[in-house]
């Protein structure tokens, strides 16, 4: 349809979970008039990026399909002023949570849209009412690593068959924490697991892939310094 003048992958991402801030820093470069192919596998930037452009004095030119892809084009305009403001109300982003007292040893957690019941912090029951602190913590963890080895996979179009992270935590001492103990600290003091993936790519991509999701996790790089984290490469074909 058009000769691009560069080229962006966004993969599985939506105009809502960073396309958009990945179509900037590729379209930066670019002078006023030239054209950026966008590629993307998400059904929903079909509609969403046409919206985007028109709101930031871009010229949406259309879409055509490619491998696996629709491939989009846009023709930069000239509001970069509104742009470089975007990027750096993403810098400073700051997410928020609010926790309220809800029945039993119980609260009822508020994230934006959604709504979840965490139980004690600590509880190390077999059956629990509610996840604990603990669960949400190595859930938090488990989830930033997963999603962002898949995400980061589907924008450098690396083939991805199954990914699963089992992670194991224990406390320094969890008696402290019941106040059944008066010596020690209740702080998790190790993590550990398996990151399994599937793929038919070589062993030396998913490796390079998943060093880059381990840079570029923020909660296993906020963790690492204060707690040893200990998951393996498992590469299962």
Known sequence: MNKANAICDGGDLDCGSGLLLIIKKSMDPLTNGQILEVRSRERSVAEDLPAWCRMVDHEFLGSEPGDNTI????????????????????????????????????????????????????????KVNAPSSIDYLLAALASCLTVGYKAQASRKNIEIDNVELTLKGGLENVLFHMELDEEGSPKINRIGGTFYVSSPESEDILEDLWSNTVARSPIYQTLHPLIPIDIKLSIVF
């Open 71 to 126: 491939r989009y084009f846009i023709k930069k305009g000239s509001n970069q002023e509104e742009l470089e403001m975007d990027l750096q109300a993403a810098k400073g982003y700051e997410w928020s949570v609010r926790a309220r007292g809800d029945k039993d040893l119980t609260v009822k957690i508020h994230s934006r849209n959604h709504t979840f019941i965490a139980g004690q912090p600590a509880d190390f029951s077999p």
